[in-house]
């Protein structure tokens, strides 16, 4: 990873742009740095994703509440102001959203193992 010099990010001149799931929508803000991608994910009502992921995340939840299911059949719920990480590569996981959740998420090159 770059130096990142101090910078400010105005969240709300991101973009939003849309990613349907298997059922409802996420929305996404990115900001992508040198080997860092920082995003602010809302998820709909009904929102499962349409896949498995593999990739490290920091993901702390803004507003709302999901379940972070592994595909080994475990699942965490998360609510307001928790926040779960793990590595590239060490889960299968996905998020589902109930009643609507919004997100920060952190990824990049500091999570491969």
């Given amino acids: 990873m770059s130096d990142i010099p101090f910078q400010t990010i105005d ?3 991101i973009p939003k742009v849309e990613h349907p799931g298997e059922t409802g ?7 992508q ?18 896949h498995w992921c ?8 803004i507003e709302g509440g999901f379940v972070s299911e592994l595909e080994n059949g475990d699942a965490f ?7 779960y ?3 590239d590569n060490l889960s299968s ?4 959203s109930k009643n609507g959740v919004k997100l920060l998420i952190i990824d990049g090159d500091f999570l491969k193992s």
Avoid: P
């Fill in 85 to 87: 990480i793990v590595s």
């Fill in 93 to 96: 996981h996905r998020s589902v």
């Fill in 25 to 31: 929508t996420s929305f996404w803000q990115t900001v």
């Fill in 11 to 13: 969240w709300d001149k």
């Fill in 54 to 61: 593999q990739k490290g995340h920091i993901v702390h939840c």
């Fill in 77 to 83: 719920s998360l609510s307001q102001g928790m926040t």
């Fill in 33 to 50: 740095l040198e080997g860092l991608r920082m995003r602010i994910v809302e998820y709909t009502n009904g929102y499962i994703a349409d």
